[in-house]
Antibody
């Protein structure tokens, strides 16, 4: 059974770069699309982007200039970098596998942007 | 972007009664080449990630109780909980994966009356 786990700092200063990693266990990262999705406190879901195991990416245009998603197949991990963060980027960040809908999901990690 | 609009924003239903959530997309999510609607439904409970319930608009995920059903095609979709149970209290989201950017509805909060 595939399991996803997000990791990274829970606090980031304004204007700095948010960096998170999603580790995939129980299965291979190959041949799937892997997504980042976020949810601000008490709000809805926003798709950030995805990466295929070969490295092909697709980003939400609302974040495109600030987002980079990368994959390391040797470690069965993929990562998110979001630059120039503001308080509006405070959210729970989830990673999820794509395949006719998102499943499974990681448990999510809260990232707060504050000085 | 495809805008997903759910109705209502919240509803309160008695235990054992039917709950119906609607989702309308701003353009069709029916892909003509395979005749599939690229529409999913998720359930999210507090402090948990969303859980996929339904994909292809009407296919139930393995292990999801059969009181959950999805219907609709094109731009109009419905999630029905045929007999609400206490454990169904949650926020429900529709989601289109027809194109990018992927988008979600704003969520519908289901409570017990």
């Amino acid at each position: 059974q595939v399991h996803l786990q997000e990791s990274g700092p829970g606090l980031v200063k304004p204007s700095e770069t948010l960096s998170l990693t999603c580790t995939v266990s129980g299965g291979s990262i190959n041949y799937y699309y892997w997504n980042w999705i976020r949810q601000p406190p008490e709000k809805g879901l926003e798709w950030i982007g995805y990466i295929y195991s070969t490295g092909t990416t697709n980003y939400n245009p609302s974040l495109k200039d600030r987002v980079t998603i990368s994959v390391d197949t040797s470690k069965n991990q993929f990562s998110l970098r979001l630059s120039s963060v503001t308080a509006a980027d405070t959210a729970v960040y989830y990673c999820a596998r794509d395949g006719s809908g998102y499943q499974p999901w990681g448990q999510g990690t809260l990232v707060t942007v504050s000085s | 972007d495809i805008v997903m609009t759910q109705s209502p924003d919240s509803l309160a239903v008695s235990l054992g009664e039917r709950a119906t959530i609607n989702c309308k997309s701003s353009q069709s999510v029916l892909y003509s080449s395979d005749n599939n609607n690229y529409l999913g439904w998720y359930q999210q409970k507090p402090g948990q990630p969303p859980k996929l319930l339904i994909y292809w608009a009407s296919t139930r995920v393995s292990g999801v109780p059969d009181r959950f059903s999805g219907s609709g095609s094109g731009t109009d979709f419905t999630l029905t909980i045929s007999s609400l149970q206490a454990e169904d209290v949650a926020v429900y989201y529709c989601h289109q994966y027809y194109n990018t950017p992927r988008t979600f509805g704003q969520g519908t909060k289901v409570e017990i009356k």
